[in-house]
C-alpha cells in the first residue's frame, strides 16, 4: 500500500470519527450543559520533535481539533495531526539520520481550571489540562553508516496515549489564541523506532531511553461555531455563578426601583396607583390626584376643589359650575355662608358671646392648605380659587381672623428655610389683601421653617405649604426673620 493511500484512508477514519463523536456530545450538550454553548473549531501549526535516540532537529506539525464543553469543568476535543521530524547524530561510521511523516487521531478529555475565580461573567484566560487516546501512523526513512545507507520502516498503525497541558487567551466572544505542548507515547512493537534506531554508538555512548516520545509544541487559533443568539460562549470560558449573579443584581435593582418615587407626590412606586401625576399634585395615601369636592376635576385643574356642585350642577374643565341652581349664576354668598355652617355643625363648632357683643370665637376649624413649587414663594395660578374661597368666608365673617403659617422641607439649611416660609406666608397675605381686600389686621403672619414635617421624606412638597387656622385671642403676628442667608439653593 502507498504512503499516499494509507494517509488517505487515515483521515478519512479520522474524520468519520470526529463527526460521530461530535454528535453524540451535541446530543449529550442538549440534555445537560446550560446554558446551550458553542462548539470550538481549533487550528494549530509548531514544533514537532521525537525525545529518543538520535538528537533532534526542527521538525514541524500542523492539524485540527474540535471541542465541546460538557459542563464548566470539563470538556472534550478531538484532534486529527500531520507532522515530519527528523533528526542526527554521530560522525562517520557512528552516523545516524532519520526522517519520520507522523499523523494521528486523539480523542482529549480536557480540563479546565476557569471556574477556580469567579470575579468576572467571562474570563480572559483559559488554563487547562488534558489526557487522551488515540491511533496513529507514521513511517520513517533512517540512515546509517559513513556512507549514510539508506532504509525506509513501512508505515503502520498503533495507539498511543497523550498528556498535555496549555493557556489561551480570549480575543473576542468569537474567537481564542493558545499555546499548548503535547507529549505522546506509542505502544507495540516500534514503540522505540520512530527515529529508527533503538540504540545508537559504542556500548558507554548508548541511550537507554526506553520509548521514544513524540512532543509537539504549537500555537492554536480556536473559534467558537454556532449561533450567538442562541448558544453562548463555550462553557469553559463562562463563570458557572454567572446566571446567580444575574439574579441578585436583577433583585437589587427592582429593590431600587420598589422605593423609587419617580413623581415626586410623597408615594412610593410600589404602591403608587397613578405613578405619573404632574409635579406638586394633592395626592392620597395612594398616590392618586386628590378632588376634594368630588367634582371629577382634580384638586390641582380645580379653581374651586373644596365646593361641591348642588345636585344638578355641572363644571368645566375648571371645576367651574356652568350652570348653577341660584339664578344669579356662580357660587353665591349665600352659598359660601351655607358651606362654611355645614362645616361648623360637622367640627362641632359653637358660638360664644362676649361682653362686648355677639362675635363668633371658633377654636378649631378645617380649612385647606396650598402648597409651592421647589424654592419658591409664587403662588400657584391652581391655588386662586382656594385663596378666592377663603377670602369669600373671611367677608361673611367679619369678626374672623386668621393665622397664616408658612412651612418648608429640610433640604436646605435651617436658617434659608426659614426665611423661605415667612416668604410664603407673606405671598399668601399679599394676595388676600391686595386682589380681595382683606384687611391686614384680620391675618396673623406667622412661619414655621422645617420645624413641622408632615412627610418624613424630606424634599416632599407636602412640607412646602402655608396653613391657616382661626386665630385665637393670644395668637400674634411674628417679626420677619433677621439673618437669613437668601442666596443658594432652597426647597
Known sequence: MTMFKKTTL?????????????????????????????????????????????SQQPGFGGGISLRKAMDYIFSIRLDGQYGLMKGESGTGQFYRGFETTYMSGTIFGVMSLNTLRWDRPVKKSNLYFMIGVGGNFFETDYMSGADRFSQTREGTLSPHVTGGAGLAFRIGPRMNIGIEHQASSIFGSRTDLIDGFDTFGPVQDRNTIFRDIINYTCIKFN??????????????????????????????????????????????????????????APVD??????????????????????????????????????????????VSEDRVREIIAEELQNYQLRDQSTA????AVM????????????????????????????????KGNANL???????????????????LSYKRAQAVVDHL???????????????????????????????????????????????????????????
Not at 382634580?298 to 361641591?308: I, M
Not at 421647589?374 to 391652581?382: H, R
Request: aromatic share 8%; hydrophobic share 35%; charged share 25%.
Open 10 to 54: 487515515l483521515f478519512a477514519a479520522v474524520l468519520l470519527f470526529v463527526g460521530l463523536s461530535s454528535s453524540l456530545m451535541a446530543q449529550k450538550n442538549e440534555n445537560y450543559a446550560s446554558p446551550k454553548d458553542m462548539f470550538e473549531l481549533g487550528l494549530h501549526g509548531g514544533y514537532l520533535f521525537v525525545a529518543g535516540d538520535i
Open 223 to 280: 473559534f467558537n461555531i454556532g449561533n450567538s443568539s442562541t448558544q453562548a460562549e463555550p462553557l469553559y470560558w463562562l463563570n458557572p455563578l454567572d446566571v446567580v449573579l444575574d439574579d441578585l443584581s436583577e433583585i437589587k435593582e427592582k429593590q431600587a426601583l420598589s422605593l423609587e418615587d419617580s413623581d415626586d407626590d410623597g408615594v412610593i412606586d410600589a404602591i403608587d396607583q397613578e405613578p405619573n401625576t404632574p409635579p406638586d
Open 285 to 330: 395615601t395612594k398616590g392618586r390626584t386628590l378632588d376634594s369636592d368630588r367634582d371629577g376635576v382634580a384638586d390641582y385643574k380645580d379653581r374651586e376643589p373644596y365646593f361641591p356642585p348642588r345636585p344638578g350642577e355641572r363644571v368645566n374643565e375648571e371645576g367651574v359650575v356652568i350652570n348653577p341652581t341660584n339664578p344669579q349664576g356662580g
Open 356 to 359: 362686648g357683643g355677639s362675635t
Open 363 to 394: 377654636a378649631e376649624w378645617f380649612l385647606p392648605m396650598i402648597h409651592f413649587g421647589t424654592d419658591g414663594a409664587n403662588i400657584k395660578y391652581s391655588d386662586y380659587g382656594t385663596l378666592s374661597s377663603i377670602a369669600r368666608m373671611l
Open 401 to 419: 381672623r386668621l393665622v397664616v403659617t408658612g412651612f418648608a422641607d429640610s433640604s436646605a439649611p435651617e436658617s434659608y428655610n426659614e426665611d
Open 433 to 491: 389683601v391686595n386682589n380681595h381686600g382683606i384687611g391686614r389686621g384680620r391675618l396673623v403672619l406667622q412661619y414655621k421653617g422645617e420645624s413641622e414635617l408632615l412627610v418624613p421624606n424630606g424634599s416632599s412638597y407636602m412640607n412646602r405649604r402655608v396653613e391657616f387656622r382661626v386665630a385665637q385671642p393670644n395668637d400674634v403676628e411674628m417679626d420677619p426673620p433677621s439673618g437669613a442667608n437668601n442666596s443658594g439653593s432652597g426647597y
